[in-house]
């Protein structure tokens, strides 16, 4: 090859190379309705960080518009990937098309963005953890009365999440064996939501209750708040969901029969190390399942739910490093 050619290559490979644009993250985050919300974003951060990219946040504190406006900014951050951490599932479909329109790629983390056609999907078997909820219940409790609190509908994953639950009851409610007294998706994760709404069963009916299927930790501790300002309110089985320190200190204690345990770190790390390929365009092969978004199929990375009680605390949320073992206090 001549020695002209090769040295104009050369040139423009060094051009190239300099005038790269930095890999940019957008990263939305939603709420922080759990525990696992005020970890997920750091190791995200410090997944990203390490392999060459910068992150860029916005927090929206539960506020669906302000989360759209604050992702509209992203947008325009000269990003090539954006994640969206929804507080609600809903309006996105237009925001998505502007992010596509200026090429840029994006995934919804944890909970999806209905009707929208993001690009990925990154979170757990949802379905499952309902599934896991309720077979923990009447592989413990196969007759009786149940109550199920379910997240707020503006959430997928507590729709999901109650089909789970479903799956696994139906046969047992057809036979006649688990009465369901109560229903119901709560306004919001939190545990006042739970409160409120078991205080206000509990004031109406003096009914002996078998299990509550708390959709995650706070609802269960909603209702265990509510349990305890009632006298002769035992109620055995109590699920939960995230693993939270005041979940497990209920298990603990317990208050609380079990919870369901979902590695954020692997889920951050994958979804960190993902987006980081497809800022440098290059493919991720490891997106093997599908998941409806109502309209779209999305190629979507599930990670595995463990189910965690009093048993198998020590070999699983503390043995992951996910809870720090002093900030439990065991029975001596
Ligand atoms: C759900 C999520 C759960 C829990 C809950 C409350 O969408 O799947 O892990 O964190 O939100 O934040």
Not at 182 to 207: G, P, R
Not at 241 to 254: E, P, R, T, Y
Request: charged share 20%; proline share 3%.
């Amino acid at each position: 090859m001549n020695k002209k050619i090769v040295f104009a290559s050369l040139c423009m490979f060094l051009i190239a190379a300099c005038t790269r644009e930095p890999l940019k993250i957008g990263f939305s985050v939603g709420d922080f309705s759990s525990d696992r919300w005020s970890q997920e974003p750091q190791i995200f951060q410090d997944e990203a960080t390490a392999l060459g990219a910068q992150v860029l946040f916005e927090y929206a504190y539960g506020d669906a518009n302000q989360q759209i406006e604050q992702v509209r900014k992203l947008i325009a951050s000269d990003i090539q990937v954006l994640i969206i951490f929804p507080t609600s599932a809903d309006n996105w479909a237009p925001i998505v098309e502007e992010a596509h329109k200026a090429g840029i790629t994006v995934i919804a983390y944890d909970r999806m963005l209905k009707d929208a056609g993001v690009d990925y999907y990154f979170s757990f078997f949802n379905e499952d953890v309902g599934k896991q909820q309720a077979q923990y219940a009447v592989d413990n409790r196969p007759k009786g009365n149940y109550i199920i609190l379910g997240g707020p509908t503006s959430d997928n994953n507590s729709l999901l999440l109650m089909q789970g639950q479903k799956n696994v009851l139906q046969p047992y409610i057809d036979r006649g064996d688990i009465t369901i007294l109560l229903e119901k998706h709560l306004e919001t994760w939190n545990s006042i939501d739970a409160y409120n709404e078991m205080q206000t069963f509990l004031d109406k009916n003096k009914v002996k209750i078998d299990a509550i299927l708390a959709a995650n930790d706070e609802l269960a501790g909603g209702s265990i708040m509510a349990l305890e300002m009632v006298e002769d309110s035992m109620v055995m089985i109590i699920t939960g969901q995230d693993a939270s320190v005041g979940g497990c200190q209920n298990i603990l204690n317990g208050k609380q029969s079990m919870t369901v345990y979902k590695s954020i770190r692997n889920l951050a790390r994958e979804a960190a190390q993902a987006s980081v390929k497809m800022a440098k365009s290059e493919k991720i092969t490891n997106a093997t399942n599908l998941v409806s978004d109502g309209t779209n199929e999305i190629p979507a990375v599930l990670l595995k739910t463990v189910v965690v009680d009093k048993n198998n605390m020590k070999e699983t949320v503390i043995a992951d490093g996910f809870i720090k073992e002093d900030q439990l206090s065991f029975a001596p």
